[in-house]
């Protein structure tokens, strides 16, 4: 296996309101893969690497077996660095948010202090979100 992913228990998960501590991903030092991918520059494919952060995000809402996974939408994704063979990731989610009928949700895969891959992800609602009304009244503002 050229890389594992492990979920933190959910005692240790972080403290800092609004975010979460997934789990780690662990890179092996020796694959197969690596003498492919590349062989003069040995890096994990930013699809492994994130298909490793997702099972972490499913495993911590417990969307595994007959609980089916929601439909997801890869908003943003950014490679910022390479993952190397032996590295050890951190993997974490920031505070999500509505929009419209959609729940967001930014997903940072960390080495140390430095962001490897970072993203943005969306799955929707089971119910719409309210629609935002602003008060068009002017007798609030007469005062």
């Known amino acids: 296996?050229?890389?594992?992913?492990?979920?933190?228990?959910?005692?240790?998960?972080s403290v800092t309101p609004g975010l979460a501590v997934l789990g780690t991903i662990n890179v092996a030092a020796e694959a197969p893969l690596f003498t492919e991918h590349f062989p003069q520059f040995p890096v994990l494919p930013g699809s492994l690497g994130i298909a490793l952060g997702l099972e972490l995000l499913f495993e911590r809402f417990r969307l595994t077996g007959e609980r089916m996974a929601p439909d997801l939408?890869?908003?943003?994704?950014a490679f910022l660095a390479p993952v190397r063979p032996g590295d050890q990731l951190t993997v974490l989610l920031h505070t999500q948010?509505?929009?419209?009928?959609?729940?967001?949700?930014?997903v940072e895969w960390l080495r140390e202090?430095?962001?490897v891959i970072?993203?943005?992800?969306?799955?929707?609602?089971?119910?719409?979100?309210?629609?935002?009304?602003?008060?068009?009244?002017h007798a609030a503002h007469a005062a």
Do not use: F, K
Request: glycine share 4%; charged share 20%; net charge neutral.
């Open 73 to 77: 939408t890869l908003h943003r994704i």
């Open 113 to 115: 202090a430095e962001c």
């Open 97 to 106: 948010r509505r929009r419209d009928n959609e729940m967001l949700a930014r």
């Open 118 to 137: 970072d993203g943005v992800l969306g799955w929707p609602l089971s119910t719409p979100a309210p629609a935002a009304t602003p008060d068009t009244s």
């Open 1 to 13: 296996m050229p890389a594992t992913a492990h979920a933190t228990p959910l005692a240790l998960v």
